[in-house]
């Protein structure tokens, strides 16, 4: 079965720098999905990132980028001159690659932005 | 385009009792995807629907069931509550069901058993 694990419940970043969120996922197939997620308090979930494991290239999405390691089966999320509205809980979830509309999701990891 | 919809956005129920969740998705999606999210254990995968047809179903007891119409509208269906089912239900869609199509969550039904 696949699993997707968060081993930091909390992080905190200074406004304006830069952080990085980790995720490490276990998944036997070759092909998958994985993407980081934003929970804003009392908001709902939208997408950040989306990274295809074919694909070598990481994903950057504006201040958003990844470090995709599939050899490690590592995902990270760096988040670089970090903003208020950034703090959130930040989820890292795994889809196999079909027609599915499962994520499995990890523990989440809740980022507070200090001014 | 309306976002996501779920009614309600709260409830009180007591145990026993049953409970029916609606989503709406956004027009032209054909994929509904169920979660429940709880403090203890985060954020798990119930069921996904995709043309009415139920595609996906996650390791959750038989109480919780669901069903899609027509016009892609999903609901969910808990019987009798037990008070771990005190939790917030997220409802996704997408535009078909895929992999590399992004979900779009809903705000969520806070249900609370008493």
């Known amino acids: 079965a696949q699993t997707v694990t968060q081993s930091q419940p909390e992080m905190s970043v200074q406004e304006a720098e830069t952080v990085t969120l980790s995720c490490t996922y276990d998944t036997s197939e070759s092909d998958y999905y994985l993407f980081w997620y934003k929970q804003p308090p009392s908001r709902q979930m939208i997408l950040v990132i989306r990274?295809?494991?074919?694909?070598?290239q990481n994903a950057t999405e504006n201040r958003f980028s990844v470090n995709f390691q599939k050899a490690a089966k590592s995902f990270s999320l760096k988040i670089s001159d970090s903003q208020l509205g950034d703090a959130a809980m930040y989820f890292c979830a795994y889809s196999r690659s079909s027609n599915t509309g499962k994520l499995i999701f990890g523990q989440g990891t809740t980022l507070q932005v200090k001014p | 385009k309306a976002g996501v919809t779920q009614t309600p956005r709260y409830l009180i129920k007591t145990r026993g009792q049953q409970v029916t969740l609606s989503c709406s998705p956004i027009?032209?999606?054909?994929?509904v995807s169920w979660y429940q999210q709880t403090p203890g254990q985060g954020l798990q995968f119930l069921f996904e629907y995709f043309s009415e047809t139920q595609r996906n179903k996650g390791n959750f007891p038989g109480r919780f069931s669901g069903r899609q119409f027509s016009n892609s509208r999903s609901e969910m269906n808990v019987s009798t509550l037990e008070l771990g089912d005190s939790a917030l239900y997220l409802c996704?869609?997408?535009?078909?069901?895929?992999?590399?199509?992004?979900?779009?969550f809903g705000p969520g039904t806070r249900l609370t058993v008493l």
């Open positions: 027009s032209g999606h054909r994929s």
């Open positions: 996704a869609s997408s535009l078909a069901g895929r992999s590399d199509n992004e979900q779009f």
């Open positions: 990274q295809e494991a074919y694909k070598q």
